[in-house]
Nanobody
């Protein structure tokens, strides 16, 4: 059982930057780690995934603006978000799936992921 915990969400102006972090997974576990988000009234969508081979996949709406990475100690993953716009407003969730990331994981709503955090709110104002 993993207890994922996100942090870093806050309110920012459009064009700004923010970095989210996620911790609480076992350091040596072979997980595909991911960020998903869900806007009010919207469906949950994939943002980015990263696995132990450091393979990364991104959702189409965030490519070139967001970067997912893991710290050297392999205890936290991060989501660096640049050039934020109001459509990025959502609750952002960290998730873990046993095994390596598959290319399609980030295109889905997270049904392949077993463990989830409680979410952290990001609000982008224009």
């Amino acid at each position: 059982e993993e207890h994922l915990m996100e942090s870093g969400g806050e309110s920012v102006q459009a064009g700004g930057s923010l970095t989210l972090s996620c911790r609480g997974y076992r350091r040596h576990a072979n997980y595909c780690m991911a960020w998903f988000r869900q806007a009010p009234g919207g469906v949950r969508e994939g943002v980015a995934t990263i696995d132990r081979d450091n393979d990364k996949y991104y959702g189409d709406s965030v490519k070139g603006r967001f970067t997912i990475y893991e710290d050297d100690a392999r205890t936290q993953i991060y989501l660096a978000m640049n050039n934020l716009n109001p459509s990025d407003t959502a609750t952002y969730y960290c998730a873990a799936s046993i095994g390596y990331c598959q290319r399609w994981y980030v295109q889905g709503s997270g049904s392949d992921f077993e463990y989830w955090g409680q979410g952290t709110q990001v609000t982008v104002s224009s």
